[in-house]
């Protein structure tokens, strides 16, 4: 290497000469990520004893890469049936999402945690989620890696039903369409069937998802059925477009 030059392979390096000594340090220029956290809740106003799905989304919306992404959560008024995550793994009050980017670029990287709670009693439910990374990169907005929702249980009518069976399109790509069934209702839903594939016995806040292919384009609407009876049936069913 000449004496001033440079050399740029991720870092910059500043060459020094003085008293005959040769000197380099080295400069890494500064990465920023931008966690934002967004958290929902469904359904708006739970029964006693129904299963409500906190969804939390995390998302980087910075130009780089954030490391080692650690999602902490906090639920007042109700128990924790279970947290499910699209990335790494949930235990007790927090989720390890791991790497949100891809090669410290963050190419708009996405992730979510859904939060299975139920309350037994009438009160209200409030979840607290927050995100952090334990990369070196700057977080651009810091006031908007955390988030919260709310809602308020109120007490069953008369009378009590039993299950509250939902279904929801999570994907559809080459005419296969990726379906989610879940059960919000306080006791278990039986002999539950979607598409004609059936998935047997779902318990409070149990879920299953099917894959379905269809051969031919068009307008579908599925339907999701099950023996118990049901709280709701305005959420049983999906409508999409397979092209």
Not at 225 to 233: F, V
Request: charged share 20%; glycine share 8%; hydrophobic share 50%.
């Amino acid at each position: 290497m000449r004496h001033g030059s440079r050399l740029r392979v991720g870092v910059v390096v500043a060459t020094v000469v003085a008293a005959g000594v040769l000197a380099s340090e080295a400069w890494a220029p500064p990465r920023y990520a931008d966690l934002r956290v967004a958290v929902s809740a469904a359904p708006a106003a739970p029964s006693a004893g129904q299963v409500v799905v906190f969804t939390v989304r995390v998302h980087n919306a910075g130009p780089d890469s954030a490391l080692e992404t650690m999602l902490r959560y906090r639920v007042d008024g109700a128990d924790v049936v279970r947290a499910v995550a699209t990335q790494g793994t949930c235990a007790a009050g927090a989720c390890a999402l791991g790497l949100m980017g891809y090669r410290n670029a963050a190419h708009d990287a996405r992730a979510t945690v859904r939060l299975l709670v139920r309350a037994a009693e009438p009160r209200g439910i409030d979840v607290e989620a927050a995100a952090s990374s334990a990369s070196l990169a700057m977080e651009i907005e810091p006031d908007n890696t955390s988030a919260h929702a709310s809602v308020s249980v109120v007490p069953y009518a008369r009378p009590r039903p039993a299950a509250d069976l939902a279904l929801a399109l999570v994907s559809l790509r080459a005419r296969v369409a990726v379906l989610r069934v879940t059960n919000h209702g306080p006791d278990v839903a039986s002999a539950v069937a979607v598409a004609g594939t059936k998935i047997g016995d779902l318990p409070p806040g149990g879920e299953q998802s099917i894959r379905v292919r269809y051969r031919r384009a068009g307008r579908y609407v599925v339907v999701v059925r099950g023996a118990t009876a049901d709280a709701s049936s305005a959420n049983d069913r999906v409508a999409f477009r397979v092209r």
